[in-house]
């Protein structure tokens, strides 16, 4: 089988996965209910990191460990799904606030309109390549 087609069964695999789970256990990954912990989702997904990388670690890599490799796949994706959806939230509070007449500071820089926090966004997408949907 070629690359390309294992690339992309595998990723199809943990898409359907993180799909499945999220339906099953409510999107509490990405929205904890912070019943027993009070971590937020950086927190608890960091930490569920670190148990499956520390079963690796313990077991090794094997047929055994195979499904603990998927989980971590997961649960990255899910990690940068909330960094990406954090960044969200702050660009539109920051939105927000522009459009209720507010002004931001930012490294020395004025924003004033939702086109000056739009073009900041873009610039600071441009250096690290990160994305926000505005």
């Not at 898409?15 to 009070?38: E, M, R």
């Not at 990388?53 to 499904?67: A, F, H, K, P, S």
């Not at 086109?115 to 600071?124: G, M, V």
């Amino acid at each position: 089988m070629k690359t390309e087609k294992v690339i992309k069964k595998v990723c199809k695999e943990v898409q359907d996965l993180l799909i499945k789970k999220n339906k099953d256990y409510g999107d509490s990954a990405l929205n904890p209910s912070n019943v027993f912990s009070k971590g937020d989702v950086f927190e608890s997904l960091g930490s569920r990191i670190d148990d499956k990388l520390m079963r690796i670690q313990n077991v090794g890599v094997c047929d055994e460990t195979e499904d603990t490799i998927l989980d971590l796949i997961g649960y990255l994706i899910l990690y940068k799904s909330a960094m990406i959806m954090e960044r969200d939230k702050v660009y539109n509070e920051e939105k927000d606030f522009i459009e209720n007449g507010g002004h931001l500071s930012v490294n020395g820089r004025m924003l004033s309109t939702v086109d000056d926090l739009d073009i900041y966004y873009s610039e600071k997408e441009e250096e690290n390549g990160n994305w926000i949907n505005k």
